[in-house]
């Protein structure tokens, strides 16, 4: 069977089922960039969906950043979810079901550790707070569509914000992050500060649901979100209502995102057209991720996953709220 790459889980489930309906069970295809983890690893269970342990290197960070991610079975589980509701929607059309367990969220990509170092960057932290006053404190960060939650956990390892709230549509990314806060706890990340980590909150968040105020912080991040059109107009209007109160804004997206034309065709149609011209992304050195994908998560075509990590550009927008001045 053909793979696809960076489909929504409603139209995987609808290829899936449709192509196996005959056979009256679900088939999981499996897309592996390593072999299996050795049977010692330790391996939690969240949310009854089995998960390893990762350990990404951040450049900004003394030593790296423990995630979680769904093994290759977690991710057929939720795989096998997705198709399973998308099912009982298409059956069932007196009501509006709304298909759950969007499985993108249990692995990583690579725009997060991009925005990871580019948030802990001092550099990006003097220039965050513009004044001596506002210098003399921490800011405040929100994550958007947080995943895996390693933005986060880098936020909160770098001690370099005042608070962290961490979003997410889906209740199963929130559970990986609260499980990988714990696990990073008892590590010391910096060469001068030897306190624990900054407090993480998380909470349940639609960036679609615009009838709903984004949380207040200095600075909102969102790393690889743009997987759909209508995420990407809905997105782009979250910046603006950030920009629009005073936060900082940075929003990061690797290759094949097929959101990320109407990202940028809504942001530069709200914006003042004298400065539509500034509104881009930048292309950065990043890398890829490794690990075992379901093929629906992740396909063989695939730029974003390496046998090794190898580099990668990744996208980087960083606006700030002047950008909206006349």
Request: net charge negative; hydrophobic share 35%; with cysteine.
């Given at each position: 069977m053909k793979s696809f790459q960076w489909l929504t889980p409603a139209l995987a489930a609808a290829l899936l089922w449709n192509a196996h309906s005959s056979a009256n069970k679900l088939t999981a295809y499996a897309f592996s960039?390593?072999?299996?983890?050795?049977?010692?690893?330790?391996?939690?269970?969240i949310d009854n969906i089995p998960c390893h342990e990762t350990e990404i290197s951040i450049s900004t960070l003394h030593q790296p950043i423990t995630i979680l991610e769904a093994t290759l079975e977690g991710q057929d589980k939720l795989v096998d979810q997705v198709l399973m509701l998308e099912d009982e929607r298409n059956q069932d059309t007196t009501t509006n079901n709304i298909v759950e367990n969007d499985p993108y969220g249990s692995v990583l990509w690579p725009a997060a550790r991009t925005v990871s170092e580019h948030i802990t960057r001092d550099t990006f932290l003097m220039s965050?707070?513009?004044?001596?006053?506002?210098?003399?404190?921490?800011?405040?960060?929100?994550?958007?569509?947080?995943?895996?939650?390693?933005?986060?956990?880098?936020?909160?390892?770098?001690?370099?914000?005042?608070s962290i709230m961490a979003t997410d549509y889906e209740s199963v990314p929130l559970k990986l992050l609260d499980a990988a806060y714990l696990l990073n706890q008892n590590k010391v990340y910096t060469s001068t500060d030897t306190s624990t980590m900054t407090p993480i909150v998380t909470s349940l968040f639609d960036i679609c649901n615009l009838s709903v105020p984004l949380p207040p912080a200095d600075v909102v991040c969102a790393a690889d979100i743009l997987y759909?059109?209508?995420?990407?107009?809905?997105?782009?209007?979250?910046?603006?209502?950030?920009?629009?109160?005073?936060?900082?804004?940075?929003?990061?997206?690797?290759?094949?995102?097929?959101?990320?034309?109407?990202?940028?065709?809504?942001?530069?149609?709200?914006?003042?057209?004298?400065?539509?011209?500034?509104?881009?992304?930048?292309?950065?050195?990043?890398?890829?991720?490794?690990?075992?994908?379901?093929?629906?998560?992740?396909?063989e075509g695939s730029t974003s996953i390496s046998v090794e990590p190898k580099k990668l550009l990744v996208a980087i927008m960083d606006l700030k709220p002047d950008c909206l001045q006349k």
């Amino acid at each position: 069977m053909k793979s696809f790459q960076w489909l929504t889980p409603a139209l995987a489930a609808a290829l899936l089922w449709n192509a196996h309906s005959s056979a009256n069970k679900l088939t999981a295809y499996a897309f592996s960039t390593t072999p299996p983890p050795a049977a010692t690893a330790t391996i939690h269970s969240i949310d009854n969906i089995p998960c390893h342990e990762t350990e990404i290197s951040i450049s900004t960070l003394h030593q790296p950043i423990t995630i979680l991610e769904a093994t290759l079975e977690g991710q057929d589980k939720l795989v096998d979810q997705v198709l399973m509701l998308e099912d009982e929607r298409n059956q069932d059309t007196t009501t509006n079901n709304i298909v759950e367990n969007d499985p993108y969220g249990s692995v990583l990509w690579p725009a997060a550790r991009t925005v990871s170092e580019h948030i802990t960057r001092d550099t990006f932290l003097m220039s965050t707070m513009t004044n001596v006053e506002e210098q003399s404190n921490k800011p405040t960060l929100l994550e958007l569509g947080t995943g895996t939650g390693l933005v986060a956990l880098a936020g909160s390892a770098s001690n370099k914000y005042e608070s962290i709230m961490a979003t997410d549509y889906e209740s199963v990314p929130l559970k990986l992050l609260d499980a990988a806060y714990l696990l990073n706890q008892n590590k010391v990340y910096t060469s001068t500060d030897t306190s624990t980590m900054t407090p993480i909150v998380t909470s349940l968040f639609d960036i679609c649901n615009l009838s709903v105020p984004l949380p207040p912080a200095d600075v909102v991040c969102a790393a690889d979100i743009l997987y759909e059109k209508s995420t990407g107009i809905a997105l782009a209007r979250r910046c603006i209502e950030a920009l629009e109160r005073g936060s900082r804004v940075v929003i990061g997206c690797s290759p094949g995102r097929p959101g990320r034309p109407a990202f940028l065709e809504e942001l530069r149609r709200l914006m003042n057209p004298n400065k539509m011209k500034d509104v881009d992304f930048v292309d950065v050195e990043g890398t890829t991720c490794r690990g075992q994908r379901n093929s629906l998560i992740c396909g063989e075509g695939s730029t974003s996953i390496s046998v090794e990590p190898k580099k990668l550009l990744v996208a980087i927008m960083d606006l700030k709220p002047d950008c909206l001045q006349k």
